[in-house]
């Protein structure tokens, strides 16, 4: 078998278990010309440069799903929603592209995971990494309205002018859907160039990894560059280690120093440690100063003769231990005043009083 050199694109059929390892094959230039063709084991396919798998119609669907203009990363979930009760197989088995745009929608196209994945295992086994998939239904030409051709599993393949695509299983089912026309042999189909609106499905979980080639100077170049930056961050990270040694130093004098002047005589250990100790001892007199404060003005507003055994104010709510003659002669003029109290036992001949002290 004598191939060109120059094969840009390969192009072979998804083979699938159980299938014989020979292959029909077509060879494209960079112009997407055909410039060799033949048949062969999936073991000695020509060199190439991209790898062109078409999967059979068999195993591919097209639907048209409706879905908006501006519905962007949400198509996807769209289309799986339209298609769930239009689908036979399990949902999860199911694999989802979308692809060109129809009259109603987009063409959603719908293939089985789990045999998708089969094949590119047998490829992937043979050294082969495919760059893209497409359906066969992508080799049919825009020539004329409706234009048919025949599968790799003899049925006929077609598409209307208005992008619905089917598959019949002889001519005369197809001159009743869609009218007379002439069908294109499979080996003609098969070199027909792809339509260039055509979607890959090798799409989500399928999608091929990135190829580059592998350059030891590349990485000697790279090895370099990351030398000399990891030295720029370390110079740069002592420098500013020092300026941060150097600040610290000096808040720390100026802590030392205004704590000696607003405690002179205070020995300093640690004067950051002891000013939040200062400071909590300032805010615990203060809360105290405060709760008597509110204590007496609220008792002011109760009216005098009361002889309270005990009395607190915590967040708003004065709390007392009153006799019970107290408590009778108090409780009408908070109902009165309107205020919010609340009456409970305490030891024999008292009761504990709870008042808040804002009015509801």
């Known amino acids: 078998m004598n191939t060109p050199p120059d094969i840009d694109r390969l192009r072979i059929l998804l083979p699938l278990p159980g299938q014989q390892t020979s292959m029909l094959w077509a060879g494209f230039d960079d112009r997407y010309n055909q410039i060799a063709r033949c048949s062969c084991d999936i073991h000695a396919l020509p060199a190439h440069k991209r790898?062109?798998?078409i999967v059979p119609a068999s195993l591919t669907a097209?639907?048209?799903?409706?879905?908006?203009a501006n519905a962007g990363r949400h198509a996807p979930a769209i289309a799986a929603q339209a298609l769930e009760d239009t689908l036979l197989g399990p949902r999860e088995d199911t694999h989802i592209t979308l692809g060109e745009h129809a009259d109603t929608g987009?063409?959603?196209w719908v293939c089985s995971k789990s045999l998708l994945q089969q094949g590119l295992d047998i490829l992937v086994a043979a050294g082969l990494e495919p760059d893209s998939a497409y359906s066969e239904y992508a080799l049919?030409?825009?020539?004329?309205?409706t234009v048919a051709g025949r599968s790799a599993n003899g049925s006929i393949l077609f598409r209307t002018v208005n992008g619905q695509y089917g598959s019949v299983d002889d001519p005369a089912t197809l001159q009743t859907l869609v009218g007379d026309m002439a069908i294109q042999d499979h080996d003609r189909l098969f070199m027909n160039p792809r339509r260039p609106e055509s979607v890959s499905l090798l799409?989500?979980?399928?999608?091929?990894r990135k190829r580059t080639a592998f350059d030891p100077r590349q990485l000697r170049r790279s090895g370099w560059l990351l030398l000399a930056l990891g030295t720029l961050l370390l110079v740069g990270a002592l420098l500013r280690w020092q300026?941060?040694?150097w600040q610290e130093k000096t808040l720390k004098d100026e802590i030392r120093q205004t704590f000696a002047a607003l405690y002179p005589g205070t020995p300093i250990v640690d004067p950051a440690l002891q000013w939040e100790s200062k400071r909590r001892e300032l805010n615990r007199t203060d809360a105290r100063r405060d709760a008597l404060d509110q204590l007496s003005q609220f008792a002011q507003t109760l009216g005098a003769g009361l002889r309270p055994r005990n009395a607190e104010v915590r967040n708003g709510v004065v709390r007392l231990v009153?006799?019970?003659?107290?408590?009778a002669k108090l409780r009408p003029r908070l109902q009165s005043d309107g205020?919010?109290?609340?009456?409970?036992?305490?030891?024999s001949g008292f009761s504990r009083l709870e008042i808040r002290m804002e009015k509801q």
């Open 51 to 53: 790898l062109e798998v």
């Open 62 to 68: 097209a639907h048209v799903v409706p879905i908006p």
């Open 106 to 108: 987009r063409i959603a």
């Open 140 to 145: 049919l030409t825009d020539e004329g309205d």
């Open 203 to 208: 799409s989500g979980s399928f999608a091929p």
């Open 243 to 245: 300026q941060l040694a």
């Open 322 to 327: 009153l006799n019970e003659s107290d408590v």
């Open 339 to 347: 205020r919010d109290f609340n009456i409970t036992p305490a030891e």
